[in-house]
């Protein structure tokens, strides 16, 4: 599967933005899906996940309530909304699929190629 990520861009503190990935191919719905982010000089870190169908999500504890990941299987389309950002929240996000999978340890074999979020204070 391959996956393209979009949706980054530079805003104000407590503002919103919605990253979007979709996805190639015809098997997305066989595919767990995560968004992680990496910050400069920091190590990728999980962020959010959905199991295949949707109906089970997860979510960092720095995020929980203020992200909300989504999908839609029709569209082959993973989303993260994302409200209230804050500084902190910068970094170049990643979506992820992971084959049969779910949550923040699945085997993401697959990633996008980032999307740069910058919030600034």
């Known amino acids: 599967v391959q996956l393209q990520a979009s949706g980054g861009g530079l805003v104000q503190a407590g503002g919103s933005l919605r990253l979007s990935c979709a996805a190639s191919g015809r098997t997305f719905s066989t595919y767990g899906m995560g968004w992680f982010r990496q910050a400069p000089g920091k190590e990728r870190e999980f962020v959010a996940a959905?199991?295949?169908?949707?109906?089970?999500?997860y979510y960092a504890d720095s995020v929980k309530g203020r992200f909300t990941i989504s999908r839609d299987n029709a569209k082959n389309t993973v989303y993260l909304q994302m409200n209230s950002l804050k500084p902190e929240d910068t970094a170049v996000y990643y979506c992820?699929?992971?084959?049969?999978?779910?949550?923040?340890?699945?085997?993401?074999?697959?990633w996008g190629q980032g999307t740069q979020v910058t919030v600034s204070s």
């Open positions: 992820g699929a992971a084959k049969m999978q779910t949550g923040p340890r699945a085997n993401y074999a697959y």
């Open positions: 959905i199991n295949l169908g949707g109906s089970s999500t």
